[in-house]
């Protein structure tokens, strides 16, 4: 187990590519422009305060949510770091309403990436940390310009995904559905170095992670589980630990290594939201791929969150995510299953 911790990102891939005949050297080609965008938002992350980073552009984006500058920078950086890399045909994401095109005069190659380019953004201006997003998907048609059915299929359908978070350290966290893997910025180098290989999330956890403030708008079964999951039982299990960072990506990585469930259910709040925030092509897909490649389990409530075919770019869905045992108990309040008095 410890004989490949320190590699670089590169090396974990090119052995990866060794293991995959068909492989092309493409995938590593984009990866490696992935982490040279992430280490650009980093830098401007890490000066926060300094440089003109933090505030709003003043614009608003699809959801009708006002765009952070950092949003901008990141989704920016991305798209034209990505772009060059030669190895795509079309990029989704959250900052932008429509299907991004490669522009002529750039190679163009059979990947597809989906991605919340900055996630957290409600922490951006207070030294919380936040990340980046990513889903990497493979065309399904020969050639021409991507269409949009291309684009909305199922979770199961990624060839990668993982997330990028700006914390106390700057971790990447990626799989191909193969394994997760954690990668950790060596500040002085510059790399991302495997420092977490296989990372298995705990069958269960004893931390639930939601946002309580919104506890009137939401339906009986939801809130009969957080009620259950904070009402002590004979065995001392209950009651759990709650915690909430306000960055799905944040949240999700705690819990990817401590166990445990993060939620974001559907509430009452907007009639124009009846889904709950959180969008499923940009964050719950890829972090469902990330989590299930763990050992975990990710769900809206009664569906597996990867088997969930998406209407439109920007679907929104509850997500319940996390170890196996606490969502699978979820989704028996979800499904009303729990005999009353369960609590
Ligand atoms: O403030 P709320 O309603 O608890 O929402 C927090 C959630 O919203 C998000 O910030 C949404 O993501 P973006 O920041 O990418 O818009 C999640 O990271 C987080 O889990
Ligand atoms: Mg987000
Ligand atoms: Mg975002």
């Not at 590169?10 to 982490?35: C, I, S």
């Not at 915690?243 to 974001?264: P, Q, T, W």
Request: proline share 5%; glycine share 10%; aromatic share 8%.
């Amino acid at each position: 187990m410890k004989r490949s911790l320190g590699i670089t990102v590169t090396e974990h891939l090119l052995r990866q590519q060794k293991e995959t005949p068909a492989a092309t050297g493409a995938f590593t080609l984009l990866f490696n422009e992935l982490n040279v965008a992430a280490k650009l938002i980093n830098r401007e992350i890490n000066q926060a305060g300094l440089n003109d980073i933090c505030g709003y552009t003043g614009e608003e984006n699809v959801y009708g949510e006002k765009v952070q500058k950092l949003d901008d920078y990141s989704h920016h950086t991305l798209v034209r770091r990505l772009i060059q890399a030669g190895q795509l045909c079309a990029i989704a994401s959250e900052e932008d309403a429509d299907l991004i095109e490669i522009p002529t005069g750039y190679a163009m190659g059979s990947y597809i990436l989906l991605m919340d380019p900055l996630d957290g953004s409600s922490n951006i201006d207070v030294n919380v940390s936040v990340g980046t997003i990513f889903s990497i998907r493979r065309r399904i048609k020969a050639g021409g310009p991507v269409t949009l059915d291309e684009v909305l299929r199922k979770g199961s359908e990624q060839v990668a995904a993982g997330y990028f978070i700006y914390g106390s350290s700057t971790m990447l966290v990626y799989t191909t559905g193969d394994g997760v893997h954690g990668f950790t910025l060596h500040p002085s180098i510059g790399e991302f170095l495997l420092s977490h290989e296989n990372i298995q999330i705990p069958e269960v956890g004893r931390i639930y992670s939601v946002n309580e403030g919104y506890y009137c708008y939401w339906d009986e079964p939801v809130r009969r589980y957080v009620d259950y999951l904070k009402t002590p039982d004979a065995s001392g299990n209950r009651p759990y630990t709650s915690r909430y960072i306000g960055s799905l990506v944040s949240d999700v990585h705690r819990n990817l290594l401590k166990g445990g469930i993060f939620m974001y259910p559907a509430d009452r709040r907007d009639p124009k939201k009846p889904y709950g925030k959180l969008r499923l092509l940009f964050e719950a897909a890829p972090m469902a791929f990330v989590v299930e490649a763990a050992g975990g389990a990710a769900s809206d409530g009664t569906r597996r969150i990867l088997d969930i075919e998406p209407e439109t770019l920007h679907d929104r869905i509850p997500l319940y995510i996390g170890s196996k045992e606490n969502v699978a108990e979820a989704e028996k309040f979800m499904r009303r299953e729990m005999p009353m008095g369960a609590e």
